[in-house]
């Protein structure tokens, strides 16, 4: 292992102890990294003092263009790669184990702006009421999950790390942990609350008594429900339901940000809702709502059309 292979280690521990990263985006680091240190290693790059700023910059053309190895990558995924090199050459300057930050001028190159996939609310309810239709112990649970991330925004990490001591139904609210560590208290709306009440006699019957967990969501065996199951359980559901869009967790997120915006509610109360920490990403959101801006001025202002 060489100098830079250490460093890129360290870089990563890092990231998790000190930053308080989350585990799975410390991963989506470690991936990133992998492939540029690669990339140096093929130039023959040992030491971090060894690192140009020619060598960013062919590494950048190699993510765009694709090599044997790897097809081209889209300028979204070239910007992460970027990104997550200047982040460790940024961590060498900090550790003193280079003098001059070589990734200081190269900047990454700007993403196509892509809109939010959004469902229309009709589907979200077909999904909703498909994911409960057979009554079982677990149907309850699936609507119980799918009502809160729509009801709530949360991301699906965050939903299935929800403990019960998390939830309190009597005011209506719910703790959620986020990226980096973060905490965040959303409220629950009625149709969620609701929702869960029904579950939680069906959960007490799922728990496990060789391993009882403290979880909300409960999968067959009574250990908490994986993001993997909990991915399923929304798919499933839309396929039941007659849904032929791509349905991802993320995809409620996306709805409930957007059925928010076009019901009135401002940005930043979006942006504390979802857990954004900057306006910038909530407001991508407001460009979905821009079709239903037209139609509204076209109904409502006296002059929206020519009478000529």
Do not use: C
């Not at 250490?6 to 585990?23: K, M, P, T």
């Not at 990454?108 to 057979?134: C, F």
């Not at 009574?222 to 791509?246: N, Y």
Request: charged fraction near 25%; hydrophobic fraction near 45%; glycine fraction near 8%.
């Amino acid at each position: 292992m060489d100098a830079i292979e250490r460093s890129a280690l360290d870089y990563l521990a890092h990231l998790g102890v000190e930053r308080g990263l989350a585990d799975n985006t410390v991963a989506s680091y470690r991936r990133d990294l992998r492939r540029y240190l690669s990339h140096l290693a093929a130039a023959g790059r040992t030491e971090p003092r060894d690192v140009v700023e020619s060598d960013l910059w062919d590494f950048t053309a190699a993510l765009r263009g694709g090599d044997d190895d790897h097809a081209p990558l889209s300028p979204a995924s070239v910007a992460r790669h970027v990104v997550t090199a200047r982040g460790l050459h940024a961590f060498w300057l900090r550790e003193r184990l280079v003098e001059v930050d070589a990734a200081a001028s190269v900047r990454p190159p700007t993403p196509d702006q892509r809109l939010p996939k959004a469902l229309p609310l009709e589907q979200v309810e077909a999904i909703l009421e498909a994911s409960g239709a057979a009554g079982t112990r677990l149907a309850l649970r699936d609507r119980a999950l799918l009502e809160l991330l729509y009801g709530t925004g949360a991301r699906i990490s965050e939903a299935v790390g929800v403990d019960l001591d998390d939830l309190d139904l009597d005011e209506g609210s719910l703790l959620l942990r986020g990226k980096g560590g973060k905490q965040r208290i959303v409220p629950v709306g009625s149709y969620a609350r609701a929702a869960v009440e029904a579950y939680l006699p069906a959960r007490a019957s799922l728990v496990s008594a060789k391993a009882s967990t403290p979880a909300l969501f409960l999968n067959a065996r009574g250990g908490r429900l994986s993001r993997q199951s909990a991915w399923t359980v929304l798919t499933k559901a839309a396929r039941a339901a007659g849904v032929e869009a791509d349905v991802s967790p993320h995809t409620l997120r996306h709805s409930f940000a957007t059925h928010l915006l076009d019901g009135g509610a401002d940005v930043r109360v979006v942006q504390e809702l979802l857990g954004h920490a900057s306006v910038a990403t909530t407001q991508i959101y407001t460009l979905v709502t821009v079709d239903r801006l037209r139609e509204v001025y076209a109904m409502s202002h006296p002059r929206s059309t020519s009478a000529y």
